[in-house]
């Protein structure tokens, strides 16, 4: 069993996997320099956090295939602590982040991606392509022709090998390419090295120099929060893509653990905070990486990079990088989302464009998955609503009148059901009808409450029936009304 857990999820795929690895490796240079710089802290700091989190999590992930390193995400969030209180703040944040995001694995907070909608993660992958693509234009700007033509160049390596051989990733192919052309051409554009000082060892263990009191709790505990939750959700938002581009399942939960894990070493190894990667996630995966070992060896080859070859990846020109976003910016985008706008639902195109246009305008994955969230959570329960049907029946003697409800009642539909009682027709009894309706929460209580008081007090006798027995259950514990209901069990 174990062998064969190995063989599946380790070796199944080697000569793939690492070639994908070192492709990603190289795609994480930049981006962890330019996040540190983001954060105010010294590249290493985002170079050793994108080694660690990566080699640790191939262990301990439940996603094989999927990238974590450090991110943008959790960079923006860490810029006040790390100006007010400096860098050792910001290890002592991240281990106590690791340790929440443990903890959330253990209570199952995975779970909670079941309330996120395909419009919602549409809208998440469009508006990360869109970002993706943004922050290759820092690179566009103020350069030379050479630049443009790199970058054309590399797209074209991308795109036109492929029909040639696949033996090889494209992208890696580019960026070789295109390097030794700057190298030996002596070109003026942008390289790696311009972007930060890369470091020279590797990174060591040590305890941040901390007070270790209830005051530095205080002021880590809040970053700490919001960096495990933000890690979280753009990480199972990565797992549930990955999934998706796989055909294949992952386990969320023990990916919380493992995302848990990863900070909490890394804290130790003076790194930031990370968490899944969907752009070099998508690298990896379309590049043919799709077991654990790629992932590990992106992690390796990162560190190995940096250390060993550290003057020689100083040269790599950014327009071979920036090539490789835009491949991966526009294979991210969801392009069959465009033309579904005019043949999806009304509501399930409005979640996907709020989710994609919070997104970029604040640059926060979080606020516009939860602006999704909520939105579809808003449409859903009018859908519901609008299911909610009554109709009346007066007998034969005019002295009975009959409301037969039928749907679910709840906040959104409560009002509804006090609306559709006629409280002011003279009858000597009212049955109330609920055989084909079911009662959720505390409000639709409140509304049968209601109902049967106002009716009463206009001199009618009041029968309910039909209660099922979920609803007879909450009926009968928060009920304030003196009779109770009858023909209980008929469900």
Not at 268 to 289: D, T
Request: hydrophobic fraction near 55%; glycine fraction near 8%; proline fraction near 4%.
């Amino acid at each position: 069993m174990f062998v064969s857990t190995l063989r599946r999820d380790w070796f199944s795929n080697p000569r793939a996997d690492i070639l994908a690895g070192i492709l990603v490796a190289l795609a994480l240079i930049p981006e962890a320099i330019g996040f540190s710089i983001i954060a105010g802290i010294d590249p290493r700091v985002g170079l050793y956090a994108s080694f660690s989190i990566a080699v640790i999590i191939s262990f301990v992930g439940g996603r094989p295939g999927m990238i974590s390193a450090a991110t943008a995400a959790i960079a923006v969030l860490i810029v006040p602590l790390v100006r007010d209180y400096g860098v050792d703040y910001l290890f002592a944040a991240t281990i106590l982040m690791g340790l929440l995001q443990v903890l959330a694995g253990f209570l199952r907070l995975d779970l909670l991606m079941q309330y996120v909608s395909r419009s919602v993660v549409t809208g998440f992958v469009n508006a990360l392509a869109i970002l993706i693509f943004m922050a290759q234009l820092p690179q566009l700007t103020n350069v030379t022709w050479i630049t443009y033509a790199m970058v054309v160049g590399g797209l074209a390596i991308i795109y036109l090998l492929p029909r040639l051989t696949t033996a090889i990733p494209s992208p890696l192919i580019a960026i070789v390419v295109l390097t030794i052309l700057a190298i030996y051409g002596n070109l003026d554009v942008r390289t790696v090295g311009d972007m930060g000082e890369l470091p020279s060892t590797i990174p060591s263990f040590f305890i941040p120099n901390v007070p270790f009191t209830f005051e530095t709790l205080r002021i880590i505990f809040p970053f700490s929060l919001t960096m495990a939750a933000v890690g979280l959700l753009e990480s199972m938002m990565t797992a549930q893509i990955v999934d998706d581009l796989t055909d294949s399942p992952s386990d969320k939960r023990r990916e919380c653990k493992g995302q848990g894990i990863a900070n909490f070493v890394t804290g130790f190894l003076g790194g930031m905070g990370g968490c899944a990667m969907i752009g070099q996630s998508v690298i990896n995966v379309k590049s043919g990486g799709l077991t654990r070992l790629s992932t590990f060896v992106s992690g390796v080859f990162l560190l190995f990079l940096i250390v060993v070859l550290g003057p020689l990846v100083a040269r790599i020109p950014m327009p071979a990088l920036v090539a490789v976003m835009i491949m991966v910016s526009i294979g991210t985008f969801s392009w069959g989302s465009i033309k579904n706008l005019r043949s999806h639902p009304w509501q399930s195109s409005v979640v996907m464009l709020v989710t994609v246009i919070v997104v970029v305008w604040t640059h926060d994955l979080a606020k516009g998955v939860l602006a999704g969230v909520i939105l579809s959570g808003l449409f859903f329960a009018g859908k519901v609503k609008r299911l909610f049907t009554v109709q009346s029946e007066l007998s034969t003697d005019g002295k009975t009148r009959t409301y037969f409800y039928s749907g679910q009642v709840f906040f959104a539909s409560a009002e509804r059901f006090v609306e559709a009682i006629d409280f002011k027709e003279v009858v000597d009894k009212v049955v109330i009808d609920v055989s084909d309706a079911h009662f959720w929460d505390i409000s639709a209580v409140g509304v049968l409450d209601d109902a049967v008081i106002k009716l009463r007090r206009e001199g009618a006798a009041v029968e309910i029936v039909g209660l099922n027995k979920e609803s007879a259950a909450m009926v009968g514990r928060f009920a304030t009304h003196d009779q109770a209901p009858t023909n209980a069990s008929k469900h």
